[in-house]
């Protein structure tokens, strides 16, 4: 009868269901002894990508029985999967981290592995100990540190000739003077990824760095209070900023780095003059130009001055690319760790994504012109801070976001930018 | 929108069959207004259809010179690359797997469930008809928090019973719903002969229920299908693990893993519409006609 | 009239299930019936196997996490380990305050409104005039049905690129030289709504038109026959006699729509993504939850947030139960009401 049949494929898809559910994610030991581990990272393409799956075969290659199975998440996913992924339980066993409250929230759930004491002494020596703090909570290190990534603007030499402009904007308004400079000559001012919020939200940022003292910021970042003033100036001073429309058109739906229509694509492409950017922009540039090599005219200068604020002059935003492992990691999750923190390795890195590494011994080896500016502003810089969504956290990371992004379509002013977080911060 | 829930209380008397086809006579053309009317809703409607697919013919430099263009020339790269990877049978494999075992799993304990609830008479059935059906107002969108919550404690995380155990769920009110009344239908004659010819009521269920019920329950399984089939948000939260992808989170995540590639991933989505469109086709005059029984009176 | 549970006799039994069944189901009184007062022991028995399963999923895969949404709605928690940090009403005392939930809330509200008033009367159009044996019926019907059929997902991907900025529709617009007529069609807050309801329509259309076409066979061609010997123009017949007596169908079509339109996520989480949804315009309350909740890690905040959707959702079909649907079944979702 049908129902009798009905039920013999239930059943005989159900067994294979519940097989199929066999083959889920999770590193650990296999039968005989051999270590298998999962890496996520973001860099869904070009010479990125190829550079962790040529350094996962290399690491396996020199520690036999131990196999790396490395899977791309696109970056914008990266921190709703991870999230999912570590509160199930079901992690990988290395992953993309870059520090500050998101790291803090993970130690406290105790799902990553305290690497303090199994660093190793080259990692020590050749890593300065300013950029090891990133991955601190506490006293203890949580992860490797391998980039540094500050923000900058990223901009076209050819494009500021072409629209006369002979020297670098120092302060905002030789930035506005400059903006205006670039429209006349036919260009996009300003490329902005607006779509997914964080580069809109990184204006935001910058100007709160000039506006805000550094002691606000770190108590900013311990209580979740937002109520110092200087937040409010600097929301003003980016919608005073926004409204001489320097952004590209429809920013709003515009990507920051997939496709050539994405603002580092607009860039790549010379279809716009800037970008306000981290340091891993040249790299995600290099692969939407026509010919996916390196920008010949890329080049760089720090956020300009904002008068009137509290910030330290000379402050950057810089944020880091670390990678952690998961609390149930094998031991081997970080050796694999200290092998990416060698110099060579890290000059692979630097290699393939044209972004500074964090290895001192590495460092030299970079000849980029703007690379050698941005590794010499972070190094003198009086006061550095992390992305602030960082900091914050997912939660108010992600309000604070949004709220940029309303201020900047219009639908929302200053003020109700600070509300935005502060209730924010009461909802988590 | 997977709550296509047909209140109705009266179950169909003659199932499916579209009028003029039984009688096999030849149709009558009906006037030029209306063929004129539907083919412009039909364009209306095809046209983003035929974009999707058309664009997987063209390069992508094709499509940034003419966004709107026809393909020239004919560039079968795209579609060929995809069915030769491995990523979209895989998908397809699971999206497979998790609606047939939906179907299968929402009909039976459905069918086990509505008989009872359509049959029998004790105490609280009533509250347990009404249980089911509000079932309704909690569409997986409501429930997916916490949902996330109890499958990631069963240890179903990245797993496909951890889609196909609460789509089932999710599908049982739906399902119960409409197959209540086709049980009720069953004249009680039947049954009591059944009992005479010493049939168990149980063998009454197998034997004859169900062939009698059949239109219904093709109906509701059909709707349990296309429901899993299409599901996204389920999925997207479950379904961490690439190997465990969906169609539909398959779709999403190509799109965006590969936006610079715009033809590509025109040939993806275009791609995983055809399981649909031709389940949809080979079961057409089920899914409409089911409706129609449904709604009738 | 009373129905007395425990002691039923059979012709009670079956004039009870004709009135539960609408009234058209034909029972007559079967000579001997095995159960008599309540059932037996091997009767539970029965019930509890073919139910149980059943049951069970049920109960634990729907009732029990919307229950649990209840529960984590007090807290506020971050997703991990037990909710500890208990806060009672303030978490649905914040969405109250939230604009963006407002703002959700409204888009919402506008959906369903336009959901009935764009698909409604064209629907109802397109059915009437197919509603004749033609050739080609069959083809036709398929055709239009089939974006129902094609997940949202794939809508979404699809529709999306073709609204970009450099996509196929501003590019077909410059090429029949309506160049002027170019938008942002996804960013610009004030056309994003009207294209997520273009989009919406296009979808959903092709249903609505299924099921008034299905209602349509229902009413009986000697009505429309009489009417004409009467010498009532075609259009006249339409509207007293044809669309009154669809009335059932449109009735439960518009609910289907009411309540989809509540609970629209996928579309708008596809196409605009987490953080333009709020700026361009389209934020539904589920998107609301998903990015408020899940995606920042306030699993707390997003269960409220689903308690506050069910429960609009919830109150919406009551009413339209109440007093729109009372007419037409039996208390069918608010079924048990003990007449």
């Keep these: 009868m049908i129902a009798k049949r009905t039920l013999a494929a239930a059943a005989a898809i159900t067994a294979v269901a519940l097989a199929l559910a066999g083959c889920s994610a999770g590193g650990g030991e296999t039968e005989d002894g051999d270590v298998e581990m999962t890496l996520w990272h973001n860099s869904t393409t070009g010479p990125g990508k190829e550079f962790w799956d040529q350094t996962a075969a290399a690491f396996s290659e020199e520690n036999p029985g131990v196999t790396i199975k490395v899977q ?41 592995k305290d690497i303090t004491d199994a660093i190793s002494d080259t990692a020590v020596e050749e890593i300065p100990d300013t950029t090891l703090v990133n991955l ?236 050698l500016q941005i590794i010499e502003a972070y190094n003198e810089a009086p006061f550095v801070s992390q992305w602030l969504d960082t900091i914050y956290g997912l939660n108010v990371g992600n309000a604070l976001n949004v709220a940029v992004v309303d201020m900047l379509a219009g639908n929302s002013g200053p003020e109700q930018l600070v509300d935005a977080v502060n209730a924010a911060a009461a909802k988590g | 929108m ?53 664009g997987g013919f063209r390069t992508n430099a094709q499509i940034t010179s003419d966004p709107s263009g026809l393909p020239s020339p004919w560039n079968f790269e795209n579609y060929l690359d995809v069915l030769a990877g491995s990523m979209f049978w895989r998908q397809v494999l699971n999206s497979a797997i998790a609606a047939l075992s939906t179907t299968a799993g929402a009909v039976i304990l459905g069918l086990m469930a509505s008989y009872v609830l359509a049959r029998y008479r004790f105490r609280g059935r009533g509250a347990l008809y009404a249980m089911f059906a509000a079932g309704l107002m909690f569409p997986i969108t409501v429930a997916i928090t916490p949902l996330y919550i109890v499958v990631r404690d069963l240890g179903l995380m990245n797993s496909l019973p951890g889609i196909i155990l609460p789509q089932i769920a999710f599908a049982l009110p739906t399902t119960i719903i409409i197959l209540v009344p086709f049980l009720k239908a069953i004249p009680d004659e039947i049954e009591e002969a059944a009992f005479i010819d010493g049939a168990s009521r149980l063998g009454f269920f197998w034997r004859m229920v169900i062939p009698l019920a059949l239109p219904g329950v093709i109906t509701t399984g059909i709707l349990a299908f296309i429901g899993s089939w299409n599901s996204y948000l389920l999925p997207l939260f479950i379904l961490n693990n690439e190997a465990t992808y969906t169609l539909p989170l398959g779709v999403q995540a190509f799109s965006s893993q590969y936006s610079v590639d715009t033809a590509r991933v025109l040939a993806f989505t275009s791609l995983s519409m055809i399981p649909a469109l031709v389940f949809f086709s080979l079961f057409e005059r089920r899914i409409v006609g089911g409706l129609t029984g449904a709604v009738k009176g | 009239m009373s129905v007395r549970e425990n002691s039923l006799t059979e012709s009670d039994t079956s004039a009870e299930l004709a009135r539960r069944g609408g009234g058209d189901t034909t029972v007559s009184s079967p000579p001997v019936r095995r159960r008599r007062k309540g059932l037996g022991w091997a009767g539970r028995l029965e019930v509890a196997i073919l139910v149980g399963p059943a049951l069970l999923v049920f109960l634990g895969f729907v009732i029990f996490p919307v229950v649990a949404a209840a529960y984590y709605g007090f807290f506020r928690w971050q997703g991990y380990g037990p909710p500890t940090d208990f806060v009672g009403f303030n978490n649905y005392l914040l969405i109250l305050q939230d604009p963006a939930f407002h703002a959700a809330l409204s888009h919402n509200a506008f959906i369903v409104v336009m959901s009935l008033v764009l698909q409604g009367p064209a629907a109802l159009l397109l059915a009437l005039l197919l509603n004749r044996r033609m050739r080609g019926q069959s083809i036709i019907r398929v055709l239009i049905f089939v974006p129902y059929v094609i997940a949202e997902v794939v809508v979404g991907v699809g529709w999306s690129l073709m609204l970009q900025q450099r996509g196929a529709l501003n590019g077909f617009l410059e090429n029949v030289g309506l160049g002027g007529l170019e938008q942002d069609w996804l960013a610009n807050p004030d056309i994003a709504i009207w294209t997520l309801m273009v989009i919406i329509t296009w979808k959903y259309f092709g249903f609505a038109v299924i099921l008034f076409l299905a209602g349509l066979q229902g009413i009986p061609e000697e009505l429309s026959e009489a009417a004409a010997i009467d010498g009532a123009s075609f259009w006249q017949t339409q509207w007293r006699i044809t669309i009154p007596l669809l009335g059932p169908t449109l009735r439960i079509w518009a609910f289907l729509s009411i309540i989809g339109s509540l609970q629209l996520f996928d579309l708008v989480y596809i196409i605009w993504g987490q953080y333009v949804a709020s700026t361009a315009g389209t934020s539904t309350m589920a998107t609301y939850m998903v990015s408020e909740g899940r995606n920042s890690g306030n699993y707390g905040y997003g269960s409220a947030v689903a308690v506050v959707l069910f429960l609009i959702s919830l109150v919406v079909a009551l009413i339209y139960q109440r007093f729109v649907l009372r007419r037409d079944t039996a208390g069918a979702l608010t079924g048990g009401k003990r007449r």
Aim: include cysteine.
């Design chain 2, 2 to 54: 997977t709550a296509t829930a047909l209140i109705t209380t009266t179950p169909p008397d003659e199932p499916l069959l579209t009028p003029g086809r039984r009688h096999k006579e030849k149709l009558p053309w009906g006037s030029p207004v209306v063929y004129f009317v539907a083919l412009v809703v039909i364009a209306v409607i095809l046209v983003p259809v035929a974009y999707i697919i058309l």
């Design chain 1, 72 to 112: 791309v998440v696109q970056n914008e996913e990266l921190d709703g999967k991870l999230q999912t992924a570590l509160n199930s339980g079901d992690a990988p066993d290395l992953f993309l981290q870059r520090g500050g409250g998101k790291l803090a929230a993970m130690v406290a759930a105790g799902q990553i």
């Design chain 1, 136 to 371: 601190r909570v506490g006293d203890k290190l949580y992860g490797m540190p391998i980039a540094v990534l500050p923000g900058g603007m990223f901009y076209s030499q050819d494009l500021f000739d072409a629209a006369g402009i002979t020297e670098t904007p120092k302060t905002i308004d030789e930035m506005s003077a400059a903006v205006e400079a670039l429209k006349t000559s036919g260009v996009e001012p300003i490329a902005l990824g607006g779509k997914n919020a964080w580069p809109a939200a990184h204006w935001y940022y910058f100007f709160a760095l000039r506006a805000c003292s550094p002691d606000t910021m770190a108590t900013a970042a311990e209580e979740m209070d937002f109520s110092d003033e200087c937040w409010l100036d600097a929301a003003e001073n980016l919608a005073d900023f926004a409204a001489t429309e320097p952004f590209n058109q429809g920013f709003l739906t515009t990507e920051a780095q997939q496709g050539a229509g994405s603002s580092a694509g607009l860039i790549a492409n010379h279809l716009a003059g800037m970008e306000l950017m981290g340091a891993w922009n040249p790299g995600v540039i290099a692969g939407l130009t026509p010919d996916e090599k390196p920008l010949p005219d890329l080049a760089w200068f720090p956020f300009p001055e904002v008068p009137g604020g509290e910030g330290e002059p000379g402050s950057i935003l810089g944020g880091i690319d670390g990678y952690s492992c998961y609390v149930d990691a094998p031991d081997e999750c970080v050796d694999f760790l200290n092998y990416l923190a060698t110099s060579e390795v890290q000059a692979a890195y630097y290699d393939a994504f044209d972004a500074p590494p964090v290895n001192t011994v590495a460092q030299e080896s970079v000849t980029e012109p703007y690379l």
